[in-house]
């Protein structure tokens, strides 16, 4: 199978698909492949349920209304989604790339704009927990509603952990947070607002052993200096964080730092007719948010479409004013 585009965008997360809105926006055919199976990258696998702050003109956002939202967006311009399948290979060919994917297609594109985020995730494992996974042992938790009269144990000392807790104590029969450090990475305000739910915090502690039969009944869990103790536990969330690299991406000569791409203002790579925007793209003062991808996702594709057609102009004006 062959798909010809001008842009292909690689992943599909809030900046790849704002990107695919903006390309439309320039008229220009795009594809959008991830490797995950539905658009939204991190934020549909892993916080679909947690309020996002920090995108500009909603004091709060559901992380699955947003992605809902941006895929209407893009939606009116019909890019095609190459879901579920991997950009592997990237070959130049006469002036343009053919980009090969896990299942076999080919996708000829005359530029690539990479919006893999922090590309292939792995979650961080609880030592305890081998055996335990889907069984009662979660390290996301894609629908609140499922844990509603459940005890819950969360396992993390970072923005995620207390996320979860925060999220789940309304509708938990009960909620523990175990970190095996006195000090956590989370925010501070968040921090704050789970001590003032009351949400019993356990530290210098580890969570060693999961019972029961077919799933979690309870665990154990060893304060340093201490005994075990036993706690009930419907639910184990073992939010510690997650390893990443950018798998094959890492071979198409691009300039990497700290598994990220280096891009100049445009966001060109060391690529010609590669660019990056989003977590994935690096370069000096560089903020990882939502709201920074946004942007970096409309300079890229502005450069983009001048770079395909030299007539073209770098500001098209306003969208506002279309139609």
């Not at 939606?75 to 002036?95: E, F, I, N």
């Not at 184990?236 to 700290?258: C, I, M, Q, R, Y």
């Amino acid at each position: 199978m062959s798909t010809d585009v001008d842009l292909l965008i690689v992943g599909a997360g809030p900046t790849g698909l704002f990107a695919a809105y903006y390309a439309g926006f320039r008229d220009l055919k795009t594809a959008v492949v991830d490797s995950l199976p539905e658009p939204g990258g991190q934020v549909t696998a892993m916080y679909p349920e947690k309020l996002i702050f920090d995108v500009a003109g909603f004091p709060a956002v559901r992380g699955r209304d947003l992605v809902n939202a941006l895929v209407e967006q893009a939606g009116q311009w019909k890019p095609t989604y190459l879901l579920g399948r991997k950009a592997d290979t990237l070959t130049p060919v006469d002036g343009r790339f053919e980009v090969g994917l896990g299942d076999g297609t080919v996708v000829n594109a005359g530029a690539v704009l990479i919006t893999a985020g922090i590309g292939e995730f792995t979650p961080r494992p609880l030592p305890a927990g081998d055996g335990w996974l889907g069984r009662g042992m979660v390290h996301f938790v894609p629908e609140l509603e499922v844990y509603r009269d459940k005890h819950v144990v969360v396992v993390g000392g970072g923005d995620s952990a207390f996320d979860w807790a925060l999220a789940l104590h309304p509708i938990a029969a009960s909620v523990k947070l175990v970190h095996r450090r006195a000090k956590f990475r989370a925010h501070p305000p968040t921090v704050r607002q789970v001590e003032a739910l009351g949400v019993p915090i356990i530290t210098d502690a580890e969570v060693t052993v999961l019972r029961g039969e077919p799933t979690v009944r309870e665990v154990e869990i060893l304060v340093k200096g201490g005994e075990p103790t036993v706690h009930p536990a419907d639910v184990v969330v073992a939010a510690l964080g997650f390893t990443a690299d950018l798998g094959p991406l890492e071979s198409w000569g691009l300039k990497l730092n700290h598994r990220a791409i280096e891009v100049d203002s445009t966001g060109k790579t060391a690529v010609d007719m590669i660019y990056a925007a989003g977590d994935v793209a690096q370069y000096p003062g560089k903020v990882k948010l939502i709201a920074t991808g946004f942007g970096e996702a409309a300079t890229a594709v502005n450069n983009i479409a001048v770079a395909l057609n030299p007539e073209a102009h770098l500001f098209p004006g306003h969208s506002s004013n279309e139609g």
